[in-house]
């Protein structure tokens, strides 16, 4: 499911979200995966994809000895101000 969401994602960079939301499996898939409760569903999709809750701050407890904060970091995330909260994105380069 996970690789069909991002062909749908690179192929249809504008309309993925609506794409995704009105196919039932990868809908159910998604909702079913992410970890944050939004009303953006491109947010609810990358959340899913990527296992990250994305809103506010990371959890200051540790995992395997280092914060959240570090092993995102590690994983090429990059921190986004946006409406009031810290989210996180992957750069893509």
């Given at each position: ?16 979200a ?12 998604v909702n ?62």
């Amino acid at each position: 499911m996970k690789d069909e969401i991002l062909k749908i994602i690179q192929d249809k960079p504008k309309h993925f979200a609506k794409i995704i939301k009105n196919n039932a499996n990868l809908s159910a898939w998604v909702n079913d995966n992410s970890q944050i409760e939004s009303t953006n569903f491109a947010e609810i999709i990358y959340s899913a994809i990527n296992q990250y809750h994305m809103q506010g701050a990371p959890s200051r407890l540790p995992i395997n000895g280092r914060t959240e904060w570090e092993v995102l970091q590690d994983l090429g995330y990059d921190r986004i101000w946006d409406t009031g909260k810290i989210k996180w994105i992957k750069s893509i380069i």
